[in-house]
Structure formats: C-alpha cells, structure tokens
C-alpha cells in the first residue's frame, strides 16, 4: 500500500479489530478517487467490519486511516458523514414512521424561524429521489408503507445528498429490481465522474465484474487479493473467496416427491395478492419468483397467518384438509414454518446469545415448569452451531456480532429443532456469500428428503433454476404461470413476471376514456 499515492483518497494501514477472537488482522488498503473497489469474501470473512471501521461505526483495535492524506479517526457515523464518507448498509437507517422526505433530509429539514419548509422540503426531496429513479412516490408517502426494495432505494438517495467523497454500498442490490439496478449502475457511473470513490461490497460476483476497476477478497479476516478485476473470473473469485472449488450445480441427492402436503385456494387480500392457489408435495421444493411489489412476501405471510385473507384457504395433509390458521401461533401449531426475508426486524433478537435466539422457538424442549435448563439450551445450540456450520466463538456470542449470513443460518437453525412438515422460506440466502449459499442449498435437499414440503421466494431466478422441482411466478399479486423443472428458461420466467403488469396496465388504459366521461 502506498498512502502518498497522488490519487489516493483513502487510506488503511495495519488495520485489524478483535471482539472474541481476531475478525480483521493487518489491512493494508488503499482506495482511489472515482474508482469502484469491489470488496468480497465469504460470510464472517471481515467485509462488513471493515466497512464500518471506515464509516465510523467500529473502532478499529489496530492500525491506522489517511483520508485525502491526513489522519482520519472517526468517532462515529455522523463524524464520517460530515467529512463526506457514507455508508448505505444492509440494516437500513430509516424511519418508518416519517416520510420519504422527511427521512430523506432528517439532519437538515429546511425551515424558516424553526418552522419546516413543506414547500421547500418536498421540492428537495423530489430532486434527490429523482436521481435514483423514485419518480413515481409521492415524497410525503410514509417509509413503512414502502415495500423493502424502495426503502434500500431511499437509503441510497439520502447518502447521495451533499458532499460526497467515498461511498460504501454493503450489498445495494440485494433487494432491488433489475431496473432499480441499471438505474443504480447509472448513478454509480456519474458519481465517478464527479470523481468519488467507492467500496462495493456484493456477492454477485456478475455484478463486480460490470462496475469495480479493482477486487479486494478477504478470507477469514485477511487480505488475500487486491487486484485488477479484469485479472479473475467468477470461478477464480470463488476459490479465492472459499479456499475450495464449487460446482455451477448441486446434487439435492434422491428424493421421492409424494403427495400434496400443502394445498392453497383462492387466497386474495385486498390488492396484493389475488385469487392464488397452488399446492406442494412432500419432498418437493416449489419457488415463487417474480418482480419487487409482485406479491410473494404478502403471500408467504397469509399462508402462515400474519396477514389476514379477505378470501382463500390453506389446507395441509392429503387428502387435503382447511387449517384454521389465524395467527402465526395457529401455523407453527400446524406445522408451518416461516423464515422471513427481515432477519434483522422480524427474525432475530440482536442483543440476545445465539442460544437465546435458537432456543426462542423450542422452549418446550429446554424447559420444565417455566425454568430453562441451560444445558438443554447451549447443547441446542451448539448442534445447530455445528449443523449449520454457523461461525461464532461460542453459543452465548451476541447474535448483534454475527456476518449477515450466519445470522440467517441462526433463524434457520431455529426451525430445524422443530418438526414442521411445511417450511416457507422468503429470500433464505440475501446477503449470503456464494459458499455458504451452496451449504444452505444442501440443507434444503436434506429437509425434501425428509419428506418436507419447501416453499422457496427468490429473486435470483438462476437460484430457483437449480434448486426448484416448480417454479410459480407472481406478477401483479395474481400467479401467472407455474413451470415444472426442464421446461422452463430464464427469458420464460422474466416474461411471466412481466405479464400481470402488462395486463393491468392495458385494461387500466382501456378503462379510463370511460371513466373519463
């Protein structure tokens, strides 16, 4: 590394932080104005420490930081901020009870004698949404009502507003349509030219290739590539990344599907969802693709009772019979199991040990006459620890501590003590490096083997491709079309997401001369 480099921006040197054992050791980075650095590795590989180090949010243990060639030692986020380093993280920074707007320029609401400039902010707001493609949302709209896909594009904007100099984006695309991509790409591209320089963390290797003139790979907390990314190609990147070889395909191993174990029937709620039924075997993993907004979280959450239907059934066994499922507690009862796509807000308890969170729900099984045996407790966890190959210091590390994949790998292992016969799964490997991807992979095939019934939302449609027996595809909350294994191509399946929208669209056009008069 060389912190006196003319073009140099950002400098790190000797970087290393320890919590309960090393997660960083001896970093030696330097980051070049209007260049995109990739940043990858395997999940618990140190990418996102590193990152918070430079955005203020972790004191490092070791080392030291240059920033346009001084000492940099920031004492918070707001610190970084302020000297022009921001961060869009996978945990978004939003506040679901203010506005688009109001989130948009919290820390600095235009006002006139301490009351707020509606006019003035609401302008602004337009300006700054426009900039990553959120024409079409009224800036006075609530963030909560956003659906997760535009909250990530809200979080992007509002790092964009004012002077920026790095930016870090922690897996940008990870909740986004692949037009918001291209309009992501977009703006990546113009602030290069402004000349800002910009730490990209993903695991879609495809992704870095397009944007990132230079890859970093950490691996267990080193440095193990800094290079040019034209020098590696997807295969190269793995083997650095995971220290072994993987396949582009997974044997799920022998499976015998049998009969349905899942049958749904015309379930709607108000427009987010319409008129879906589908049934899934034992044995058989059926996947749900389709656009952001298309329906398929809303789904998820019928089928397991968090929502309420206006119409519709689930029945479970064969023959099938209707469960009376209005409350997630009555599906858990009847052998349905959720893993939610927000870890973080629905999943977890982060200032709880991974034991808390694994044995949160089996405590029949740890627990007499209201007490927890710990004992019970940590041997649960310590056999999810080993079965999911979850990377922690020891059951009672803080689940706050944990990469974003082995936190999932947490949730997961939580429902694997239980004997569900229905598993929904709702983006079970966003934010999981490719390695860990292939062990959660595994893990499905070994759960169909079993005789349990998968239900698999994703928006990776190469995902689907290999791990699904069927594929339904949801476009405008109405199921277009379900396609069995080999008779289906990714063209085939972009085409049906598309088609509901389409649809809508002509008979709102055809509708509205006559509503017109």
């Known amino acids: 590394m060389s912190s006196s480099a003319p073009n140099a921006v950002l400098s790190v040197s000797g970087i290393g932080k320890t919590y309960a054992q090393p997660v960083l050791s001896n970093i030696d980075l330097t980051l070049l104005r209007g260049e995109v ?58 506040l679901p009870t203010l506005s688009v707007a109001e989130n948009l320029f919290l820390d600095n609401l235009p006002n006139r004698c301490g009351w707020i400039s509606r006019k003035q902010l609401r302008s602004a707001a337009i ?23 535009h909250q990530q594009m809200v979080e992007i904007a509002r790092n964009l507003i004012g002077d920026c100099h790095v930016l870090i984006l922690d897996e940008p695309t990870a909740m986004l349509t692949a037009r918001e991509v291209e309009m992501l790409f977009d703006q990546i591209t113009r602030l290069q030219a402004r000349g ?19 890859i970093a790979v950490l691996r267990d907390g080193n440095l193990v590539c800094v290079e040019p990314m034209a020098n590696y190609n997807s295969e190269q990147l793995v083997n650095l990344m995971v220290g072994r070889e993987l396949g582009e395909h997974i044997d ?72 009376d499922i209005r409350s997630p507690v009555d599906a858990v009862r009847h052998g349905i199991a959720l893993i939610t796509e927000d870890r973080k807000g629905e999943g977890l308890l982060l200032t709880q040990s991974i034991s808390a969170n ?19 407790e940590s041997a649960l966890a310590r056999r999810q620890i080993d079965a999911m190959r979850i990377r922690s210091s020891s059951p009672d590390q803080l689940v706050s501590e944990l990469s974003g994949g082995n936190q999932q790998k947490v949730v997961i292992g939580r429902w694997l003590e239980r004997d569900c016969t229905v598993l929904l799964f709702d983006e079970p490997t966003r934010g999981i490096d490719v390695g860990a991807k292939f062990d959660i992979y595994a893990l499905l095939g070994e759960l169909t083997r079993q005789g349990k019934a998968l239900v698999v939302v994703s928006s990776d449609l190469r995902e689907l491709m290999l791990i699904c027996d069927r594929i339904g595809v949801l476009s405008a909350g109405r199921l277009i079309e379900t396609f069995e294994r ?18 809508r669209d002509a008979l709102l056009h055809e509708a509205a001369p006559r509503n017109a008069l």
């Open 486 to 503: 080999d008779a289906w191509t990714q063209d085939e399946l972009l085409a049906a997401a598309f088609a509901g929208y389409q649809k």
């Open 196 to 214: 800002v320089a910009i730490i990209y963390i993903s695991h879609r290797l495809e992704e870095l290739a397009r944007v990132a003139q230079r």
């Open 127 to 149: 300006e700054a949404m426009a900039q990553v493609g959120l024409e079409a949302i009224d800036p006075d709209t609530l963030v909560g009502d956003l659906g997760i896909g």
């Open 252 to 323: 799920m191993g022998v499976r015998k599907i049998g009969a349905p174990a899942l049958t749904v029937k015309g379930l709607s709620r108000s427009d987010k969802v319409l008129d879906v039924s589908f049934e899934v075997r034992a044995g058989e993993i059926f996947g749900i693709s389709g656009l952001i907004g298309a329906g398929r979280t809303e789904l998820l959450r019928l089928i397991y009772g968090a929502d309420s239907a206006d119409s519709g059934t689930v029945a479970l066994g064969s023959p099938a019979k209707v469960a």
């Open 358 to 376: 694994i044995a949160l729900g089996n405590m029949p099984a740890i627990s007499s006459a209201g007490l927890v045996n710990g004992r019970d």
């Open 37 to 94: 650095l990739a940043l990858t590795g395997e999940n618990g590989a140190g990418k996102s420490t590193l990152s918070k180090i430079i955005g203020g949010l972790v004191t490092p243990t070791t080392g030291q930081m240059l920033f346009n060639g001084r000492a940099y030692v920031p004492g918070s986020r707001t610190h970084a901020e302020e000297q022009g380093i921001r961060m869009v993280m996978q945990e978004l920074n939003l």
